[in-house]
């Protein structure tokens, strides 16, 4: 059932063209190994949960394919099972990809100019997309199943290139960049600091944001989000990564990511008491409006229009 997705060839060039320019072991090189030497790489530990998550997904497709055969009632107990099955298990990883995984391959692959995890973020941000989408079908009183069924199966075909991109592209890097234990340290434990949303001008502290302000008359937005926050996650892939979104956000505020792990002083200055939670703030730091938990693009783009009337 797993449909190929062609989008996928241009991003895994992209990467392996970006990958071209690191220093790896020749296929000489490697032969000429002895032959006791096994070595460790720094990745095993990732590799073993992506061969879990592969097995997830064969059981996905298993489900998307019996949806035609089933009865009335197996159908509904189905279709939530693999709404679940997504949230649960490849939603949640997406999120720790995005916080650490592609944070370190980063800086491993040492480009400034460049976001080396480009492509593999944007595929994050459609598979994000298309798992609400199969999640509102779901949940209606009458789900259309032949719509359901193809958006799934192009979903799965998403997440097999996504996956197999990373494993032969992206997880090499970081076992020729990396210790097990700094693996182990910044990306199975998670000491790297999050990544904040790309393509919005964050700015990284209250007080640079006060600054732009003050100089362009315009009010402050604030996202407060953090590393273990799942719904922060799905705000930053879905709704701050839409285009209307990222144009209405630069054209009439100042944007500011506070990491509330990092910044807990903002935080209870601000008064936030869940994440993530976006304010609108003044030129003097006074709270115009605030909004807490995960919204879609055009519940967000709504309240971003009548937070924006609050503003002076």
Not at 20 to 38: G, H, M, Y
Not at 123 to 146: C, F, N, Y
């Amino acid at each position: 059932m797993k449909a190929g997705f062609l989008g996928f060839g241009l991003g895994a060039t992209l990467l392996v063209s970006s990958f071209s320019c690191l220093s790896l072991p020749s296929p000489a090189d490697k032969a000429a190994r002895p032959a006791t030497e096994i070595p460790v790489r720094a990745t095993e530990p990732l590799r073993r949960q992506y061969a879990e998550i592969r097995l997830q997904l064969d059981r996905l497709d298993g489900l998307v394919g019996s949806l035609a055969r089933a009865s009335s009632p197996e159908r509904i107990s189905t279709l939530r099972q693999i709404t679940e099955l997504l949230e649960e298990q490849i939603l949640r990883n997406t999120a720790e990809e995005t916080d650490r995984l592609y944070l370190s391959a980063d800086r491993c692959a040492g480009n400034a100019s460049y976001r080396f995890t480009a492509s593999l973020c944007h595929e994050q941000v459609i598979a994000a997309r298309w798992m609400l989408e199969l999640s509102d079908e779901a949940g209606k009183p009458s789900p259309d199943l032949t719509a359901f069924s193809r958006r799934a199966d192009r979903l799965l075909g998403l997440l097999d290139a996504h996956f197999e991109t990373e494993e032969k592209v992206l997880l090499p890097l970081l076992d020729d960049a990396m210790t097990p234990d700094r693996f182990r340290r910044e990306v199975m434990e998670g000491e790297a600091p999050p990544l904040p949303p790309s393509s919005i001008p964050w700015a990284r502290t209250y007080a640079e944001a006060l600054t732009v302000s003050k100089a362009l008359g315009k009010p402050i937005l604030v996202h407060f989000s953090g590393p273990r926050c799942r719904a922060c996650r799905k705000m930053e892939q879905v709704t701050l990564a839409d285009a209307e979104v990222r144009s209405r956000i630069g054209q009439a505020f100042v944007p500011l990511y506070l990491d509330i792990s990092a910044d807990e002083e903002s935080a209870i200055r601000f008064d936030v008491v869940g994440i993530p939670a976006t304010q609108i703030l003044s030129g003097d730091g006074q709270v115009l409006a605030q909004q807490l938990g995960f919204l879609e693009p055009k519940a967000f783009l709504a309240w971003l229009q009548d937070a924006g009337r609050a503003a002076p």
